[in-house]
């Protein structure tokens, strides 16, 4: 008799929790389960799951690429300045000085000038990549025949002062050299070099921030 018992009470347990699974699976079908606490705000608003990411296959308008970071200066009673401190590219995700150094500076030299920068009030700088760096040329608007320091081959449009049509050092070492060879970025032809002299020659440069 015992065992009889026992064995009824099993299979009513079963029954039940089988009773319980169906009406949570039947719930989450029809939508009646609460969404988890991150998926709403305070105001008990929906969340996006996902966010638009930046993409290097997107070509976007030049009005919808570029992002003219500004902060506030001043205060205490004093005068309220802006400072238009950098660029966010949206396609690339990497935060560019608005306006470069205009200074000629040795490889090394400027390496530094970067990774020690406060421009913005952000620490975090460095030198781009090449490929970072040559992602700001514009094809079409190349000139392999112009005086040098023309003007650059940027998207037209672009928020970005004081850059020249000059060579930018980038912080890519090119292995192919047996000494220390470091490529560069022309914004002028849109061509890409390798100097092996990095320490002696004196270059423009660029710095962001980002990935």
Same mark, same amino acid.
Request: glycine share 10%; net charge neutral; proline share 7%.
């Given at each position: 008799?015992?065992?009889?018992?026992?064995?009824?009470? $099993?299979?009513? *347990?079963?029954? #039940?929790?089988?009773?319980?699974?169906?009406?949570?699976?039947?719930?989450? $079908?029809?939508?009646?389960?609460?969404?988890?606490?991150?998926?709403?705000?305070?105001?008990?608003?929906?969340?996006? %799951?996902?966010?638009? =990411?930046? !993409?290097?296959?997107? *070509?976007?308008?030049?009005?919808?690429?570029?992002?003219?970071?500004?902060?506030? #200066?001043?205060?205490?009673?004093?005068?309220?300045?802006?400072?238009?401190?950098?660029? #966010?590219?949206?396609?690339?995700? #990497?935060?560019?000085?608005? %306006?470069? =150094?205009? !200074?000629?500076?040795?490889?090394?030299?400027?390496?530094? $000038?970067?990774?020690? !920068?406060?421009?913005?009030? @952000? *620490?975090?700088? @460095?030198?781009?990549?090449?490929?970072? *760096?040559?992602?700001?040329?514009?094809?079409?608007?190349?000139?392999?025949?112009?005086? !040098?320091?023309g003007?650059?081959?940027?998207?037209?449009?672009?928020?970005?002062?004081?850059?020249?049509?000059?060579?930018y050092?980038?912080?890519?070492?090119?292995?192919?050299?047996? =000494?220390?060879?470091?490529?560069?970025?022309?914004?002028?032809?849109g061509?890409?070099?390798? %100097?092996?002299?990095?320490?002696?020659? $004196?270059?423009?440069?660029?710095?962001? @921030?980002?990935?």
């Open positions: 008799m015992t065992s009889f018992y026992q064995l009824k009470l $099993q299979v009513w *347990l079963s029954l #039940l929790l089988g009773l319980g699974v169906s009406v949570g699976v039947a719930q989450a $079908q029809s939508g009646n389960l609460e969404p988890p606490a991150s998926a709403v705000n305070g105001s008990g608003d929906p969340l996006a %799951t996902t966010q638009t =990411q930046p !993409s290097w296959d997107q *070509l976007l308008p030049t009005s919808e690429r570029f992002q003219v970071l500004t902060r506030i #200066l001043g205060g205490g009673g004093g005068p309220i300045a802006f400072d238009d401190w950098g660029v #966010l590219d949206r396609e690339t995700g #990497l935060v560019w000085e608005r %306006t470069p =150094q205009a !200074s000629f500076m040795s490889w090394n030299i400027a390496y530094n $000038q970067c990774t020690s !920068s406060k421009v913005g009030g @952000r *620490l975090g700088w @460095r030198l781009p990549e090449v490929h970072e *760096l040559a992602s700001l040329v514009n094809a079409d608007h190349i000139c392999n025949n112009c005086p !040098s320091g003007p650059p081959a940027l998207p037209p449009g672009h928020p970005f002062l004081n850059v020249q049509g000059q060579r050092w980038t912080a890519t070492l090119d292995p192919t050299f047996s =000494q220390i060879g470091v490529r560069l970025v022309d914004f002028q032809t061509r890409t070099g390798t %100097t092996s002299n990095a320490v002696i020659n $004196q270059e423009l440069f660029w710095c962001v @921030r980002g990935k």
